[in-house]
């Protein structure tokens, strides 16, 4: 009888244990609900913590911003929990160009000088933009929606963001369309700009075609 107990108290432990989280195995590849579960043997604190956000990304490009994120592919600890973070610098003049997360909303914090932020609505494509987020100041940012933030200051600008999914995925629009081999003239026939400015961003972007 008291074996008996061990055995089903162990049961109990092991699998309660196997709930409380599942760490990806980044050796393996990721389905649509994230990385399989690494062995919870050799789970250890450090799959919990990551430093990665520590320093400011590097701003040296044409957006004079960067995003560092802490999906679960970089952040093993938040696989399966449905939730992720990034942090974004912006040099002097520097924008996250207008893009979108399919996976989750996302909420920004502005850590340091001032954002300029906002997003397109779907159904009637209506802005809601803010001017001046200051340190301190949040602004939350609908599932799927279009939005950007730009540096609004004369210093660099940081801001931390955070997302209701382990993995937001970002598509920024201007690289969707620009940065890619589809045909001039189907770019322009399924956005309506004109050729020269096609051509002119799919050189500065590394488009071809
Ligand atoms: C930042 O990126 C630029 C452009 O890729 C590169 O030339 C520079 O060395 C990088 N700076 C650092 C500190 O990594």
Avoid: W
Wanted: aromatic share 10%; hydrophobic share 45%.
């Amino acid at each position: 009888m008291f074996i008996h107990t061990l055995f089903i108290l162990s049961l109990l432990f092991a699998s309660s244990h196997a709930l409380d989280f599942c760490v990806g195995d980044l050796s393996l590849p990721p389905g649509p609900a994230g990385y399989p579960c690494k062995k919870s043997t050799s789970v250890t604190e450090n799959d919990f913590v990551y430093s990665g956000l520590a320093a400011a990304g590097n701003t040296t490009n044409i957006i004079k911003a960067a995003v560092t994120p802490a999906f679960d592919a970089q952040f093993p600890g938040v696989n399966g929990l449905g939730l992720s973070v990034a942090r974004l610098d912006m040099a002097v003049g520097g924008v996250i160009p207008l893009h979108t997360h399919p996976g989750g909303s996302e909420i920004l914090v502005v850590t340091e000088g001032t954002v300029a932020a906002g997003f397109v609505s779907s159904f009637d494509n209506k802005v809601y933009y803010f001017k001046t987020l200051k340190v301190g100041d949040v602004m939350v940012f609908p599932q799927g929606l279009l939005h950007f933030q730009i540096n609004a200051g004369k210093t660099k600008a940081t801001a931390f963001v955070f997302f209701s999914t382990q993995n937001p995925g970002l598509q920024i629009t201007t690289f969707a369309l620009f940065k890619n081999d589809l045909p001039t003239e189907i770019v322009e026939t399924v956005t309506f700009l004109d050729e020269a400015q096609i051509k002119k961003l799919k050189g500065v972007l590394g488009g071809t075609n």
